[in-house]
Structures are given as structure tokens and as C-alpha cells.
């Protein structure tokens, strides 16, 4: 069964670092998401990204974050210079017609010390 | 500002008895509506959805109904079984569900199901 992947599983990174999160999205799937959720918080929306340009974002997702595609099959997370607020678990997810119905990756738990 | 509430943090059932998990929102917007599972370690899974031109939507076990006036909705689960153990999430968003945009879905903070043997 198709899966979305995400990588790392879990990164440890000093304040102020750059961080990448990659995911390889289901492949015949258009839509693609970042979620995250702080421990012990709820699931929170990050970005959405459509024809290779972002379709729409939160309040959250603010000039420190990008993401991107640069391949066809990746999918990419950057936080440029990390605060430990951002410490959490970043949930990539994909849709094949955007409809909300959305399959998740396992996440990548990122902890800034 | 909590548009989408699970106000039962956590809920025990017997196995075989039914669960109720009940799911609140505020935003009038809101015009489709999913239930996510999530096991630990694992990312959310799509269980099952309603459209806000519905108020039932039915598969298999599972059941979801929307009350759009009292902007409520519950998703039942019959006979509750030991693998449905896990945290349900309720999601909302004022996409719909006629494709074409990809409107990121509010989540609600989750309720741990437990299913007792």
C-alpha cells in the first residue's frame, strides 16, 4: 500500500540551527501539507502547497519556514534558524484531489535544545 | 481561540458496547467535517468524513453524524473492538469537498479512546 515517508524520524538541533524535514509524498498525489503538533497540543496546520507554489499557509508558518519540491518526489520542510517553541512533532501529509482526506507520514520529531 | 473542541480528553468503553466521541465547532464556515485515528508513534489515518449538505454518513462500524444547527457532530463506532484503541481526532475545514483546493484542516486536540476487554 502507498505510504507517504518521511525523514528524518527524529533530529536533535542546537537554537538558531537550520533544519530540513524531508518527505517523499504518495506519488500520484497533487496536494501536500505540513502539520505539526507540540506535545500534548493539537494537531496544527502548517502550509499547503499545490502547483509547485504554496496555496495556503497559517499564522505559524512565518518567514522562518519554506518549503519546497525540488525534485518531483520530495517534499521539504525548512526551518531556518530554529527557536525551542518549534520543538514538536511535523506530520507531511498528501491528498490526491485535496479534498481533505488527507494520509499522513509517521512525522519527524524535532527537539531544539 | 479553539474553533474545533474534543472537550472529553480521554473515553472507556467495554468491548462489543458502542463509543461516542463528540466533536464541537464555532466557525459557521466550517462545511466539511473528518474523523482522524492516530495509534502512538504513527501519523494521523483518514477514518471517515460528511459533507455539511449531510447530516449521516455511514461505513462500516463507523457512523458519523452532524447536527449543523447546534454545530456538533459524533462519531460512533459499533461494536467497539480492542484495535480501536487509539486518539481520535475531529477536523474541519471551509474547503468542502469539491476538490481543487487544498484548505489545511483544523484539528481538534484529540480524544484517547480506550476499549476495555
Known amino acids: 500500500e502507498p505510504e507517504v515517508t518521511q525523514t528524518p524520524s527524529h533530529q536533535v538541533t542546537q537554537m538558531g540551527q537550520e533544519v530540513i524535514l524531508r518527505c517523499v509524498p504518495i506519488?500520484?498525489?497533487?496536494?501536500f501539507y505540513w502539520y505539526r503538533q507540540i506535545l500534548g497540543q493539537k494537531v496544527e496546520f502548517l502550509v499547503s502547497f499545490y502547483n509547485n507554489e504554496i496555496s495556503e499557509k497559517s499564522e505559524i508558518f512565518d518567514d522562518q519556514f519554506s518549503v519546497e519540491r525540488p525534485d518531483g518526489s520530495n517534499f521539504t520542510l525548512k526551518i531556518r534558524s530554529t527557536k525551542l517553541e518549534d520543538s514538536a512533532m511535523y506530520f507531511c501529509?498528501?491528498?490526491?484531489?485535496?479534498?481533505?482526506?488527507?494520509?499522513f507520514g509517521e512525522g519527524s520529531r524535532l527537539t531544539v535544545l | 481561540d479553539q474553533q474545533v473542541k474534543q472537550n472529553s480528553p480521554s473515553l472507556s468503553v467495554q468491548e462489543g458496547r458502542i463509543s461516542i466521541l463528540n466533536c464541537d465547532y464555532t466557525n459557521s464556515m466550517f462545511d466539511y467535517f473528518l474523523w482522524y485515528k492516530k495509534y502512538p508513534a504513527e501519523g494521523p489515518t483518514f477514518l471517515i468524513s460528511i459533507s455539511s449538505i449531510k447530516d449521516k454518513n455511514e461505513d462500516g462500524r463507523f457512523t458519523v453524524f452532524l447536527n449543523k444547527s447546534a454545530k456538533h457532530l459524533s462519531l460512533h463506532i459499533v461494536p467497539s473492538q480492542p484495535g480501536d484503541s487509539a486518539v481520535y481526532f475531529c477536523a474541519a475545514s471551509e474547503g468542502g469537498d469539491s476538490g481543487g483546493g487544498a484548505d489545511g484542516l483544523t484539528f481538534g486536540k484529540g480524544t484517547h479512546l480506550i476499549i476495555q476487554p
Open positions: 501529509a498528501s491528498s490526491e484531489e485535496g479534498t481533505g482526506e488527507l494520509f
Open positions: 506519488s500520484n498525489h497533487l496536494y
